[in-house]
């Protein structure tokens, strides 16, 4: 490949990130969404994460960042991506559809006060969206992180992250970003600002 062409990439990707400082609203929501988060964990709840693919693998990034440790060592938080245990999802999967993996543990796990966060590019998974609906259903907190249409999702959740882009992996790096801003305001705001971060 050119180096003119990983040029353009990088600075794709620059200008995504630029036209979220640019617009503000999502630096905006990403407070709000580090608040909420914030609060479950002080009222004893959890914070549920769900994606298809990469995005499930985001999840799993994320729920890591909050259940281990962000920047330095403190007690672990009550995090999960909701695909890590592949014998539930095949088994769902196979028994049910695959449209219901995530909607049918939300149904069985999720609290009044918990927070589900579903990514997709889209905004139209349906195991995702349905994961939400019932989310809503039982008084959690929702948010999606989408692209910039926010699909079906913008529609059904409390908090929308719709990244301002339709490339699929300027998108997902979007999510990361705004995702570890929101994971060291919990932590800071959990259990203070740290002199030597060690990560």
């Known amino acids: 490949m050119d180096i003119s062409e990983i040029k353009r990439i990088i600075e794709d990707s620059i200008a995504t990130k630029q036209a979220i ?21 002080r009222n004893g709840g959890k914070v549920l994460f769900c994606g298809n693919g990469g995005s499930a693998a985001d999840a799993q990034h994320l729920a890591a960042e909050l259940s281990g440790r962000f920047y330095f060592d403190r007690p672990p938080l009550d995090a999960e991506a909701l695909h890590v245990n592949s014998s539930y999802v095949t088994a769902v999967a196979n028994d049910y559809t695959y449209d219901e993996i995530y909607s049918r ?95």
């Open 21 to 41: 400082v640019s617009g503000q609203t999502l630096m905006q929501t990403a407070s709000k969404i580090a608040d909420a988060i914030t609060a479950c964990y």
């Open 105 to 199: 543990y939300v149904n069985g796990v999720g609290k009044k006060g918990d927070v589900l966060i579903g990514i997709s590019t889209s905004g139209n998974s349906e195991n995702i969206l349905r994961a939400l609906k019932v989310a809503k259903s039982k008084e959690m907190v929702t948010v999606a992180m989408t692209g910039e249409s926010g699909g079906k999702m913008k529609d059904v959740v409390d908090f929308l992250l719709n990244v301002p882009s339709t490339d699929t992996p300027r998108i997902q790096e979007a999510h990361i970003m705004l995702g570890h801003i929101f994971c060291q305001i919990v932590e800071e705001d959990l259990f203070g600002k740290n002199a030597n971060p060690q990560k």
